[in-house]
């Protein structure tokens, strides 16, 4: 899991995730990147949950495609986001995603087709789908190739700055004829 150590990320939900998968995967390792006010509260609620030497904390790290390219699954437990760049680094670089549902996920990616979406807050449904990708190398390729083609088409700069260059195109269209019909 990528994201700074904050209330809103949620990572007390991917430690309840990594205590169920820890027994099925015992080779797992359970990496948190990122830096923030909680980092000693969750290493605590880690020990308390027996994943001492599993559950490794990062801090801030300037080699994020390093850390994807050793990644299996890339995790994002959020209550709420903007446009979540972790998830769309971890979606360019080929790692398979699973998600909360916070309000907009869906505008990032389709839901069995570009990565895994669970409800918030709930660590059974999170274990569940990331044991099952776990589990399905097969999947994880699928998923991961289908969410680095998505990230390339809908968020890579020529993708953005061409849509953008369409609302200036329509607005400048927009007052054309606006003009028009007050001159008639």
Not at 3 to 23: G, I, N, T, V, Y
Not at 115 to 126: E, I, K, S, T
């Amino acid at each position: 899991m990528i994201a700074r150590l904050r209330p809103q990320k949620d990572h007390r939900l991917f430690l309840e995730m990594a205590s169920r998968l820890a027994p099925e995967h015992p080779g797992a390792i359970f990496l948190i990147v990122g830096e923030g006010e909680l980092r000693a509260d969750l290493e605590r609620e880690a020990a308390r949950r027996g994943l001492t030497g599993r559950a490794v904390f990062l801090g801030d790290r300037p080699d994020i495609p390093d850390i994807l390219a050793a990644t299996d699954v890339s995790v994002l437990a959020s209550h709420y986001e903007g446009l979540s760049n972790a998830l769309l680094e971890s979606m360019a670089a080929g790692v398979p995603v699973v998600s909360t549902d916070f309000p907009g996920v869906e505008e990032v990616l389709l839901d069995g087709k570009e990565g895994l979406v669970v409800p918030g807050g709930n660590g059974a449904a999170l274990a569940s789908a990331v044991g099952a990708l776990l589990r399905d190398p097969a999947l994880r390729r699928r998923l991961g190739a289908e969410g680095a083609h998505a990230a390339r088409e809908r968020f890579s700069l020529e993708a953005m700055s061409g849509r953008l260059l369409q609302v200036y195109e329509s607005c400048v269209q927009g007052k054309i004829a606006g003009r028009r019909a007050d001159a008639g």
